[in-house]
């Protein structure tokens, strides 16, 4: 038996509409990759190729880590997900580019039973932590139950708090029963609780281990230079050792917030691969022959309310904050056309989909209306603070909304630049009130757990803090089955809701390419578009 079907192992129902979802997001987010790869244009590089062993690899992101430490970090694509890939492995990941989940250190991962509230992970034999620590049941349970740990404060708090119990049945084996059925289970460990720290480590550091990363995945770090750059190593003892993987000898992850310089240096061979998700950047890389793999995915550019606090905790202040913008008219003025105006959380090509409920915007009378009704013709003025991470296409975006919005009588909007580190802290991090809106950026392959944590009302990873019953039913419903029409109904419900609560503006639909230089080869994006790093090499 393969590894993917020992992954995919579970009840005729399941297997059936698994295969029905897969085949759906694969004729279009393949179609999209493959355009990316350029297959048809042999001026292009391919990710395609036998890497040659040894090398070196320099990639960049847009901002340096908040942690290293798996418990204490974002896993999105422009954070930290391809450093946790390449310090930690995964236990399964996700495919984009057909939805379905795959294994890595896990041998499988499947419904263990007739109930989807019920899974069994077993895990592959003869895995060791960089430390010499057993990658083993216990390793992952004393990690699953770290992070529900509400002491330890962990990003992924929401999602372990999803399980009730784990038991240990054997050294590899973990039989894990949850607080309710999940049919799509697999996909909420691939994208939060995939990355496993070794225990002698943790136990070692309670205070968590930031900066002293020990994990099982292809490299160890050897420095790291804040701000600037961080280095790693091949670890000798990964699992895969005996397959002469992971290619390279040392990787270099560098920071660079202008993603347009991140471009330009892959084009003058200063550097080997980044993560964009700008699409006039990722245009334009097509346009100079690089490497570019595109994913499709929900998500995309937004702008989040925190509707726990003043003043858009009045929907009446949302609302006109909506009206006064156009999607079409950010992607032309700033994208140069070479976007995709969003239809709502879900990507245009999604299965489960209805881009006939896109939420009304561009209304400019509407807008006066309701800023008038706030603040009462201009005399009770309100004022609000609009975090935005440190990238200067997304800076020009937010000013452009401070000036549009300063011509209503009574609104003034601060824009406050901070780096990524306090952005995920700040707004990310969820709850808080110091914020007023921000720009929000998600990038989801499959709605669970994306959607889910982002609407949830208990979901620790609902920044917004908005709350509504019939939505968490809806979204409770959707994840208890794979079928793709019972989860088109359920996801058409809460798109709308939200569409009447509108807690956030989803604007730009979601990018997400590699850019890499004609020398790399095995580029596999995994997720959200972080890299797997046991197949990337040189030619």
Known sequence: MTRTSLLSLRTAHHRRSRRRIAVLVATTALASVLAGCGDDDESKPSAQGTPKQGGSLTMSLPGDSTSLDPFSTSYVNVADGSRMSALYDSLVWSDPTTGSVR???AESLAINGTKADTWQL?????????????????AVKFNWDRHKNPEVRSFQM??????ASVTVTDPLTLDIKLFSENANFDHLVARTLTFIASPSALKANPGGIADKPVGAGPYKLVRWERGVKQTFARNPDYWQASKNLPHLDNLTITVDTDVNHSVAAVDEGKSDLTVAVDPLAV???????????????????????????????????????VF?????????????????????????SSPIANIQLAASENDKARAKQLFDD??????????FNYYVPQAPASIRVVQYMKQVLSEYPGVEMEVKVVDIATYVKTVRGGGGT????AL????????EPGIYDLLYSKSPSNNSNYKNPDVDEALDEARRTTDPAKRRDAYTRVQLQVNRDMPYWVYQEAVTAAVYSPRITGIQLINDGIVLWDRIGTT
């Open 440 to 447: 929000g950026q998600q990038w989801i392959d499959d709605p």
């Open 324 to 348: 006064a913008f156009s999607g079409a008219e950010i992607n032309q003025k700033f994208f140069e056309g070479k976007g995709t105006p969003a239809k709502g959380i879900f990507a245009a």
């Open 374 to 383: 706030v603040t009462a013709n201009g005399t009770k003025p309100i004022k």
């Open 103 to 105: 294994p890595q250190i």
């Open 434 to 437: 110091e914020w007023s809106a």
């Open 158 to 163: 929401g999602a372990a708090s999803k399980i």
């Open 122 to 138: 077993k895990v592959r034999p003869n895995v060791k932590f960089s430390d010499g620590t057993p990658f083993d049941a216990e």
């Open 283 to 321: 245009s334009r890389a097509e346009d100079d022959k690089l490497g570019v793999q595109r994913l499709s995915l929900n998500g995309g550019q937004m702008v989040v309310f925190n509707t726990a606090a003043a003043p858009f905790k009045d929907i009446r202040a949302r609302r006109a904050f």
